[in-house]
């Protein structure tokens, strides 16, 4: 499970975008008689923040959920009987939508902005095996010639993530294309993984069912920098880096469900259930978020910008 919100965490995050619209320097021209902005040179470095004081952005995302326990079928080829083969069959995680919808509201008279967001993405998927009763598969613990001969197997993997951050931070402009704000705040994230397991015979007289839910909420500070270069009016070259330290509990348990004509022999209704549950335990989990990608920056009656990034 460590390592597993150590991936998801890395790859959720580091997938993630969490900025379009801090950064929209450039700004449309009202009207002929406009204030005239100054020039400034690449070189120049000076705190300067956008004229629009309230700011709403959406960021459509593409992420592939990541762990490193989904080997949930295991295919056993019993000749030679001396030596079988194994062969572990994973789940392997798609591609699947997300979405990071944030607002944020500008300090002009600091050069300095509030920045709050939520991101949120759920995936689920799948792989199934069917062999010839001659052959068996199973999961990892029970596999072998004393092991129930399943034959059909299918297994599920669900990921569930959502975060939360506010952050504070200070703009600063190089030259007139490009910003960057430096910022620092706070960060919640809640991980869920669900790996269902199921697998039977040809005849489906036995069978058994195996649920693990894993669960991660955990809250800490973060720090990290987000930039934008201007391309033309309205479309910015855009990105960020960041990192979080999240503490929080860490909560699993198993479930297991059986079908075999023995139960009844053993004065037991079908289908047989036992639960195994984990102490709760606080975990420290670092998170690294970083981007890179296009926005569309539209100022809406000067004070207002919304922006859609990708």
Same mark, same amino acid.
């Given at each position: 499970?460590?390592?597993?919100?150590?991936?998801?965490?890395?790859?959720?995050?580091?997938?993630?975008?969490?900025?379009?619209?801090?950064?929209?320097?450039?700004?449309?021209? $009202?009207?002929?008689?406009?204030?005239?902005?100054?020039? *400034?040179?690449?070189?120049?470095? +000076?705190?300067?923040?956008?004229?629009?004081?309230?700011?709403?952005?959406?960021?459509?995302?593409?992420?592939?959920?990541?762990?490193?326990?989904?080997?949930?079928?295991?295919?056993?080829?019993?000749?030679?009987?001396?030596?079988?083969?194994? *062969?572990?069959?994973?789940?392997?995680?798609?591609?699947?939508?997300?979405?990071?919808?944030?607002?944020?509201?500008?300090? @002009?008279?600091?050069?300095?902005?509030?920045?709050?967001?939520?991101? @949120?993405?759920?995936?689920?998927?799948?792989?199934?095996?069917?062999?010839?009763?001659?052959?068996?598969?199973?999961? *990892?613990?029970?596999?072998?010639?004393?092991?129930?001969? /399943?034959?059909?197997?299918?297994?599920?993997? @669900?990921? !569930?993530?959502?975060?939360?951050?506010?952050? /504070?931070? #200070?703009? #600063?402009?190089?030259?007139?294309?490009?910003?960057?704000?430096?910022?620092?705040? #706070? %960060?919640?994230?809640?991980?869920?993984?669900?790996?269902?397991?199921?697998?039977?015979?040809?005849?489906? %007289?036995?069978?058994?069912?195996?649920?693990?839910?894993?669960?991660?909420?955990?809250?800490?500070?973060?720090?990290?920098?987000?930039?934008?270069?201007?391309?033309?009016?309205?479309?910015?070259?855009?990105?960020?880096?960041?990192?979080?330290?999240?503490?929080?509990?860490?909560?699993? @348990?198993?479930? /297991?469900?059986?079908?075999?004509? !023995? !139960?009844?022999?053993?004065?037991?209704?079908?289908?047989?259930?036992?639960?195994? $549950? #984990? %102490?709760?335990?606080?975990?420290?989990?670092?998170?690294?978020?970083?981007?890179?990608? +296009?926005?569309?920056?539209?100022?809406?009656?000067? $004070?207002?910008?919304?922006?859609?990034?990708?």
């Amino acid at each position: 499970m460590k390592n597993y919100l150590r991936n998801l965490v890395a790859t959720s995050l580091v997938l993630s975008c969490i900025m379009a619209s801090a950064t929209a320097e450039d700004q449309t021209k $009202h009207s002929s008689n406009a204030e005239q902005q100054p020039i *400034y040179r690449p070189s120049d470095v +000076f705190l300067s923040s956008p004229d629009y004081t309230v700011g709403v952005y959406f960021t459509a995302q593409a992420l592939q959920p990541s762990a490193s326990n989904l080997h949930e079928i295991v295919i056993a080829y019993p000749l030679p009987a001396p030596t079988p083969n194994w *062969y572990s069959q994973d789940v392997r995680p798609d591609y699947h939508f997300g979405f990071d919808v944030g607002i944020n509201t500008m300090f @002009h008279s600091v050069n300095t902005c509030l920045m709050l967001n939520w991101q @949120h993405f759920h995936s689920s998927d799948s792989t199934t095996r069917t062999l010839p009763d001659a052959d068996m598969l199973g999961p *990892y613990f029970e596999i072998g010639p004393d092991a129930s001969h /399943y034959t059909e197997g299918t297994a599920h993997a @669900h990921f !569930l993530f959502n975060e939360a951050n506010a952050n /504070y931070g #200070v703009l #600063v402009n190089f030259g007139s294309r490009a910003q960057a704000n430096l910022f620092a705040g #706070v %960060s919640y994230a809640y991980i869920k993984e669900v790996l269902a397991s199921s697998y039977s015979n040809s005849r489906q %007289s036995i069978s058994r069912t195996i649920t693990s839910p894993s669960t991660f909420s955990g809250a800490g500070p973060q720090v990290g920098i987000n930039f934008a270069y201007r391309i033309v009016d309205g479309f910015h070259l855009t990105g960020d880096a960041s990192a979080a330290l999240l503490v929080g509990p860490m909560k699993n @348990h198993t479930t /297991y469900t059986s079908t075999t004509p !023995l !139960l009844t022999g053993l004065g037991i209704t079908p289908p047989n259930t036992q639960n195994t $549950h #984990v %102490s709760n335990r606080t975990q420290v989990v670092p998170g690294l978020e970083g981007n890179i990608g +296009f926005a569309y920056a539209y100022n809406y009656r000067k $004070h207002y910008m919304i922006s859609l990034e990708a």
